[in-house]
């Protein structure tokens, strides 16, 4: 631009593009997706106050007379006589059953089931919500007039990769129990866990005073060693626990009665394929605690069968005296609101777990596990994981 121009301005504002105008498609899909994620956010909101009030999260109310779903799972899908399979996964904690509990309560009230398979997939857990399910899986066998239940006599149990504890403990009302070959069952045993932080509190200077009434209110204390008498009380209770195992068990399968401390010699390397290895046995027993596999189990009497679970529902059928005319059917758990939520969000089948760290105090509370071993983390995760 040359000095002249700078001395006779032109008398014309200055030209500038006007900006580029956006799609209208554009802006009205924008328009609604912000809609949608202010209506989905606000519905969100209002499901975690509801739960919140109730003191629940993403779980479902088990306790309504609500129906679960039935799907298909073989036979005929026209028949009325069925075969109900009912589905045990994972830990057994108290307040995480409500789905394995509606089964039962829906199998036994329904006349046409007329054979049920449980199939159970767990580590165990607490000795009280083990119990609890095994007092409701006798019920289921034996029926109850004062419930209107039927009975149901033809319970087959067969068992997923880990059936163990307690896992093991609910099986013992079946008839029959199948295990897969890759099973791992067993583990007759409790016991109870205390964390003790005493030689890192002296190393850090922190500690915990307490001001008691009683001899032994502070045992299990993480601050302080377990005395004597303390470590007693905790063994009798345990004690006590491992010997209503042991009357489970041979109440259930009464052929093992006495052999529980019966010493057996293992000799892993003999059972199947593979090179033979001298030398190599070792001694248990089979209330040791310890977990076995599906063919050990069956060697030591601790189930009846090698099989699948369709081997478990041809078993249950043929104890039912079915016909071929019949069918077996799973039970669907319903999903919540605040389910499928997260997965309109996420666009996943299925919203990822979380954990729900006001669960925290009970986690760490001390209690007494029918749990396999190696599986405390499992125990407390699946009470963190509880709504």
Known sequence: MSQSDFNNPSPFPPYYPAPQQRSSLVGCLLAIS????VLLGGFAFLACLGAAAVGGGTSTDFSTSTQLSETHHSGSTTSKDKVAIINLEGVIMEGTLGFVHKQISQASK???VKAVVLRVNSPGGSITASDDLHRRLVELKQGNDAKKLHAMPHLVVSMGSLAASGGYYVAMPASKIFAERTTMTGSIGVYASFPNMEGLSKQIGAGMITIKQGEIKDSGSPFKEMGAKERQVWQDMVDQSYNLFIKIVEDGRPELKNKFLEK????PLQAGPG???EGKTYTRYRADGGIFTGDQALKYGLIDQIGTLEDAVAEARKLAGLSEDNKAIRYEKPKSFTDLFLEIRSGKNSPQ????FANLPDALMPRLWYLAPGSELSGISS?????
């Not at 057996?264 to 000799?267: A, E, G």
């Not at 009470?383 to 709504?387: K, Q, S, T």
């Open 264 to 267: 057996i010699t293992i000799d």
């Open 34 to 37: 912000l809609v949608m994620n």
């Open 353 to 356: 777990a979380s954990f729900n």
């Open 275 to 277: 090179p033979k290895v």
């Open 383 to 387: 009470i963190l994981a509880n709504p």
């Open 110 to 112: 329904d006349k046409n």
